[in-house]
């Protein structure tokens, strides 16, 4: 299936940060099958007449797929030509990721051991597949180059934010990881260039309510009881901008962009607060200055205290943008 639409609609697959049972397809040329459930009825006599009705545009693809017995069932059953329709079950198979220019940055290598491998993600490279970057993530980059194929998120960094992100490297401890972000058991830091407000008040806690609605891209914040919080600290003033520390206390959908906004002072580079504004996905001149700087926790098999730091530095304006 090769069109970015199908890739959109498809439903990711089950070997996920999300704790799903393992795809009973392995991960092929560091991508995991793509897991589609059928819908509760329909007029299809068989599952292949489904995909195609579904999916009209890739019939060609499908049929070939079906074929080569590259699509099945959650028993790991190749689906056939007549293999029949049966409601709310799974189906798997293999994606043609969309051909994807190169994002022209390098990730970098912080810590590996046997359990975890810890990258420096930079701007502008997706966490893990999602829409229109597949092959461009960190994900799929480092199963290709290192040769890890189970390597897994323990968590994500938007795809605009660079910095600290980290893996498990074997499935039989994912969940261990896993279950520290959980339980808000990760001490997380980041940076942010921002504007300077003198009449702004910091250290400040930011506590709200965020919504983020599927299918839209920006999240919003609502009346209600607060679901995030977050520390707003100032490091370091230059003319007119400002570094700051943010440390989040949870973890919702661009939380940090949010509250840096309704703080007045919108992070340098966003795009999409206070306001949208579109910008190319191959135009690399303006980065988000936010910085996952460091994770902090103990260790769940060993107790041990880790703590990873990223490397990287954000970029101060040449010329400190105006006031949003």
């Given amino acids: 299936m090769g069109s970015r639409q199908v890739n959109a609609e498809l439903q990711t697959s089950c070997t996920t940060v999300d704790g799903v049972p393992d795809a009973p ?13 059928t819908p509760d009825d329909g007029p299809w006599p068989t599952v292949l007449e489904y995909l195609v009705g579904r999916f009209p545009h890739d019939e060609t693809r499908l049929r070939e797929k079906v074929a080569a017995r590259e699509v099945v069932d959650e028993r790991g059953h190749p689906v056939t030509e007549s293999t029949v329709f049966v409601p709310r079950r799974d189906v798997y ?6 051909v994807e220019s190169r994002v022209p ?15 420096d993600k930079p701007h502008f490279l997706a966490s893990t597949p999602r829409g229109a970057y597949i092959v461009e993530s960190a994900l799929v980059r480092l199963r290709r180059s290192l040769g ?21 490297v074997r499935r039989e401890v994912r969940r261990d990881y896993q279950s520290l972000f959980d339980r808000r058991e990760v001490r997380k830091e980041y940076e942010a260039l921002a504007r300077h407000d003198p009449e702004l008040t910091l250290p400040a806690t930011v506590r709200s309510r965020i919504v983020k609605q599927r299918g839209v891209l920006k999240a919003f914040e609502t009346e209600g009881p ?6 707003i600290e100032l490091l370091e003033i230059r003319d007119s901008a400002a570094r700051y520390r943010l440390l989040p206390h949870t973890g919702k959908t661009h939380q940090l962009r949010l509250h840096m906004s309704a703080l007045g002072i919108p992070i340098f580079g966003d ?37 990873f730091v990223s490397e990287r530095t954000l970029m101060w304006p040449a010329s400190t943008p105006p006031a949003q």
């Fill in 271 to 307: 795009n999409f607060y206070p306001d949208f504004y579109d910008v190319a996905g191959d135009d690399y001149s303006t980065p988000l200055r936010l910085l996952a700087r460091s994770v902090e926790f103990t260790d769940p098999l060993s107790g041990a205290h880790r703590r």
């Fill in 93 to 98: 198979l293999y994606r043609d990721p969309p």
């Fill in 226 to 231: 607060a679901n995030s919080e977050s520390r």
């Fill in 25 to 37: 397809l392995p991960i092929r040329d560091g991508l995991n099958p793509t897991r589609l459930r």
């Fill in 105 to 119: 940055f390098e990730i970098e290598i912080l810590h590996r051991d046997e359990n975890l491998l810890v990258a």
């Fill in 148 to 168: 890890l194929p189970d390597l897994t998120p323990v968590h994500r960094l938007d795809r605009l934010t660079a910095g600290v992100l980290i893996f498990t």
